[in-house]
């Protein structure tokens, strides 16, 4: 059993609600964003997801587009590979990497995720790869022991469900809202319903993302029902303002909020 998939079993045993925690790696610099990824481990963050800086993140809102940009000055492929090796060294968590594909092609797909798997990764978040071409993504990264989270979204088609269940080694990601990240909750447009038609298909843990920004947000998606949140806006601000002392105290924040759910 994987370490990502250890650890997201063992919360669920325990009525638990996970917390994935992003930065940017190379914002403000790799030894901060180091730094960062460990606050939010130390403040209980159960997985920790290392943004892989891009130039076009077209999945991410402007806070997160504004520290890719920061970081791109001067963080390179090298940079990304071993801040994963540093964390690995300093933290049990299991460790996502969120990339856009052009980033992972860059060096060669088949040897950055060697690369990646060897420095300690568990896990890929691609935003930007589609369902029908991850086939081969999958088998490469499998042969890593590296999973790749797929998605779903509330426009997410019923009939691309099982295709879906069938590629959640290791967790779904749940675009909660429609929009980029760090868009602000709306009650009404919701992903609740593609999430129970997904559990007819698949038991893996579903996580969701877009809009989590403190404990109160957190709450409200595990009361309805998922396996947990993925925070990264309010987290990458977080750090903007008060580097990692900033990061450990709001994911505490979080944390408490989706433990005491009232």
């Not at 499998?142 to 997410?156: D, E, N, R, Y």
């Not at 760090?182 to 007819?200: C, N, Y």
Request: with cysteine; hydrophobic share 45%.
């Amino acid at each position: 059993m994987s370490r990502l998939s250890r650890t997201l079993g063992t919360l669920r045993d325990e009525g638990r609600g996970a917390l994935m925690a992003y930065l940017c790696i190379g914002d403000p610099d790799v030894a901060t964003s180091v730094e960062g990824l460990v606050a939010a481990a130390q403040g209980g963050a159960d997985i920790l997801e290392v943004g892989w800086p891009f130039s076009d993140p077209v999945a991410d809102g402007p806070v997160i587009q504004a520290a890719s940009e920061r970081a791109l000055r001067h963080t390179r492929r090298d940079d990304v590979i071993g801040a994963v090796t540093r964390l690995r060294a300093r933290t049990e968590q299991p460790i996502a990497v969120l990339s856009y594909c052009n980033p992972l092609l860059a060096g060669g797909l088949d040897e950055t995720l060697r690369a990646l798997a060897d420095a300690g990764a568990d896990a890929l978040v691609i935003p930007d790869l589609p369902l029908e071409e991850a086939g081969a993504w999958r088998e490469a990264a499998a042969a890593c022991g590296v999973s790749i989270a797929p998605f779903i979204a509330p426009t997410t088609d019923a009939a691309r469900l099982p295709e879906i269940a069938r590629a959640a080694d290791g967790f779904v990601y749940a675009v909660a809202l429609l929009g980029v990240t760090g868009t602000a909750e709306d009650e009404e447009e919701t992903i609740l319903p593609v999430v129970e038609a997904l559990r007819s298909y698949t038991q893996a843990p579903v996580l969701a993302g877009f809009g989590i920004r403190d404990g109160a947000s957190a709450a409200r998606w595990r009361r309805r029902g998922l396996d947990g949140v993925i925070v990264g806006t309010a987290l990458v601000a977080a750090m903007e303002r008060e580097g990692p002392v900033g990061v450990r105290n709001l994911v505490r924040q979080i944390r408490a909020g989706i433990d005491n759910l009232g």
